[in-house]
């Protein structure tokens, strides 16, 4: 075997095993962002920038990185409400998973801020102002 067809083959076969490599690493990674979908449990029924979300067990998918992001509230593969949220950056992680809910005083309830067990953010929901009464509820 000549000198210039070992040296090809070698180039072909690091060239093989760089796309596996990468493949790979792809893959994985993808897998552990798909594994990672944070859902949120409602005991009773909130409002949404005007939308009402019934009491139930969603998951939550939102696009961007922040700080502004459109987060979509799905029960299968079914989007129930969409919303504006504002990614905000904590100094510690949350505890556990939880959501804050401003009570008005008509009895009706506002989806405030969604925080995510050891995540160092949360998601603030645009439109919530009317802080009469806020508390937090742990989601699972």
């Keep these: 075997m000549k ?3 070992v040296v090809k083959t070698n180039v072909v076969k690091t ?8 493949g790979l690493a792809l893959l994985l990674a993808s897998s552990a962002f798909a594994s990672s979908k944070p859902t949120l449990e ?3 029924s909130l409002n949404l920038n005007g939308q009402k979300l019934p009491a139930g067990s969603y ?3 939102w696009q961007g990185t922040g700080p502004n992001v459109e987060v979509s509230f799905l029960q299968g593969k079914k989007v129930v409400a969409t919303t504006t949220a504002h990614m905000v950056d904590r100094d510690t992680p949350a505890p ?13 309830a506002n989806l405030s801020e969604i ?3 050891g995540k160092k953010y949360v998601l ?3 439109g919530s102002t009317d802080k009469n009464t806020m508390e937090e509820s742990p989601t699972k």
Excluded: C, I, P
């Design 115 to 117: 925080r995510f067990s």
């Design 3 to 5: 000198l210039s067809n």
């Design 124 to 126: 603030s929901v645009a």
């Design 15 to 22: 060239n093989v095993v760089k796309s596996l490599v990468m």
């Design 96 to 108: 556990y998973d939880s959501a804050v809910v401003t009570h008005n005083q008509d009895g009706t």
């Design 42 to 44: 409602t005991r009773e």
């Design 59 to 61: 998951q939550l998918q």
